[in-house]
């Protein structure tokens, strides 16, 4: 079935190390986006690629960075990770051809930082 | 600013009663989606209306349109234990960028 896979599910970093988290899909959709998910509200888009265009969005900390090597995948890089970073981080992607923007979302990552 | 807050923020009903849940947002709309997600799993996409439409059905759910009001309404009918989740909607303005409200918790109770 064609999904939308986030590794790890559970992530555990230190204050200041830096993380990777990483999502790919098989969906071949051009767009992917990376939201960030504090306990009990709305998702919050930090930032999405159209193909290679990367959109970041205004209010995005500098702390949070992205790359996408190619359609499949797309990384979140936290440089320095503080105990505000702890948070669910759900990967999504869409198609510019199909319905209006529905998204497709990754299990997640719950990231814990000590 | 959060475009969608909905309402209740929580929801708790019996196994075969109607949950209904409401969204209201702030400006103009290409559409408007309903997602549910599982306690600490990620959205799955429910239903979409789009501007132009009043109302929409997918098995147990209707959803309504209001663009006068800038609101929308999501019932599930005959409501059951797996249906308990958190729903958000979501609006589409255009360029990729679709914003979530809070999200309604609904419990249901077999």
Request: proline share 4%.
């Amino acid at each position: 079935d064609a999904m939308v896979i986030q590794n790890p599910r559970y992530q555990v970093t230190q204050f200041g190390k830096p993380v990777t988290l990483s999502c790919s899909q098989t969906l071949n959709h051009n767009v992917m986006y990376w939201y960030q998910q504090k306990s009990s509200q709305a998702p919050k888009l930090l930032f999405h690629y159209y193909d290679k265009d990367f959109n970041n969005e205004a209010d995005t900390p500098d702390n949070f960075q992205s790359r996408r090597p190619n359609t499949s995948f797309c990384f979140l890089d936290i440089r320095s990770p503080g105990l505000g970073d702890a948070a669910m981080y759900l990967c999504a992607t869409s198609s510019p051809a199909g319905k209006w923007n529905e998204q497709f979302f990754g299990p997640g990552t719950r990231l814990t930082v000590l | 600013s959060q475009q969608g807050e909905e309402d209740p923020q929580a929801l708790s009903i019996q196994e075969g009663e109607n949950a209904t849940m409401n969204c209201s947002y702030k400006t103009s709309i290409n559409n408007l989606q309903w997602y549910r997600q599982n306690s600490g799993r990620g959205l799955v996409h429910l239903i979409l209306i789009r501007s132009n439409e009043r109302e929409k059905h997918s098995g147990r759910l209707r959803v309504t349109l209001d663009t006068s009001k800038k609101s929308s309404s999501l019932l599930i009918t005959a409501s059951r234990a797996a249906d308990t989740a958190s729903y958000f909607c979501a609006t589409y303005t255009g360029g990729f960028k679709t914003i979530f409200g809070a999200g309604t918790r609904l419990f249901v109770k077999a």
